[in-house]
């Protein structure tokens, strides 16, 4: 599986956000996309993931309510709308795919794309 993100930017916080990622290759109802971000001299954390098939997502306790993760099977794409953004929001953007579940752990997930930048100003 190939991957591209991309969406992000400088924003305010409490504005919102769409990101986008492009999957090309096995995309196949079992695949799962997740995204993670990692700030400045922290680890790489989870943020949310859905099921290929639109069985199952997952949401980070840090941005539960906040953000919204759906899936376009005609484009490859997947879209996590993050709201109400907060400082705290602030790294590096990644989404990735693994098949079976949908897991939280970036250690389950063999294919990684290119991360996108999100900075939000207070």
């Known amino acids: 599986v190939q991957l591209q993100a991309s969406g992000g930017g400088l924003v305010q916080a409490g504005d919102s956000l769409r990101l986008s990622c492009v999957a090309s290759?096995?995309?196949?109802?079992?695949?799962?996309v997740g995204w993670f971000r990692q700030a400045p001299g922290k680890e790489r954390e989870f943020v949310a993931a859905v099921a290929w098939n639109g069985e199952s997502t997952s949401y980070a306790d840090s941005v539960k309510g906040r953000c919204t993760i759906s899936r376009d099977n005609a484009e490859n794409r997947v879209f996590p709308q993050l709201n109400s953004l907060v400082p705290e929001d602030t790294g590096v953007y990644y989404c990735a795919a693994r098949y079976g579940r949908v897991l939280p752990y970036t250690r389950y997930y063999s294919y990684w794309g290119q991360g996108t930048q999100v900075t939000v100003s207070s």
């Open positions: 290759g096995r995309t196949h109802g079992s695949a799962v």
